[in-house]
């Protein structure tokens, strides 16, 4: 199965800084890449597909970049909102698989 | 407004059985392909088990083959999750999850469930 490393675990950012998150794919996964947002005692929520595609109401601040087995999301101006664990998915081949996971906190 | 809910979580001794229940509305549950995704504390998710939207098509982990089996009605818009031989590898946090109709989405899981605690304990 392809394994998904994300890193760093975790991120101490400021609100307002630019937050910077790395997904590895230990083998090539095209752009078949998604990232979720979970927030405690919530559901994984889907942000991102296609590595840069937002789901609808996602705020601009976020964005995606990459292809193949290395990907980024990054958070351009951080709100206090956006502090949760981000999750990078690769959805290429059966079975999917997810990464350990981003914390965002202060 | 458009959820799955699940139920049938709860504290077991290893080797046992459960049966996970997930109940949609706010959609048309009978088109779509829906998910069973788990997670166990302070890790990522982990992909279970996979149902068609015609029932017909059914894929596992291989951590659940042949111990695990999903199905679906389409008529009570329900689908399940019939845990056999339980491990405490198994505790975790069950959600179902929609898959999205898309064609660019296709992979992903646009809707979520809550969740239902299983904790394999003796």
């Known amino acids: 199965e392809i394994v998904m490393t994300q890193s760093p675990v975790p991120l101490s950012v400021s609100p307002g800084e630019r937050a910077t998150l790395s997904c590895r794919a230990s083998q090539s996964i095209s752009r078949n890449l998604a990232w979720y947002q979970q927030k405690p005692g919530q559901a994984p929520r889907l942000i991102m597909y296609g590595v840069s595609a937002r789901v609808a109401g996602m705020p601009a601040r976020f964005s995606g970049s990459g292809s193949g087995t290395e990907f980024t999301l990054t958070i351009s101006s951080l709100q206090s909102e956006d502090l949760a664990v981000y999750f990078c998915q690769q959805y290429n081949k059966w079975p999917y698989t997810f990464g350990q996971g981003t914390k965002l906190e202060i | 407004q458009v959820q799955l809910v699940e139920s049938g979580g709860g504290v077991v001794q290893p080797g046992s059985s459960l049966s996970l229940a997930c109940v949609a509305s706010?959609?048309?549950?009978?088109?779509?392909?829906i998910h069973w995704v788990r997670q166990a504390p302070r890790k990522g998710p982990e992909w279970v088990s996979y149902i068609r939207s015609d029932g017909n098509n059914k894929y596992y982990s291989d951590s659940v083959k042949g111990r695990f089996s999903i199905s679906r009605d389409n008529a009570k818009d329900t689908l399940s999750l019939q845990m056999n031989s339980l491990r405490a590898e198994d505790t975790a946090v069950y959600y179902c999850a929609r898959e999205p109709l898309a064609v660019t989405k296709r992979g992903t899981f646009d809707i979520w469930g809550r969740g239902t605690l299983v904790i394999v304990s003796s």
């Open positions: 706010g959609f048309n549950f009978s088109i779509y392909g």
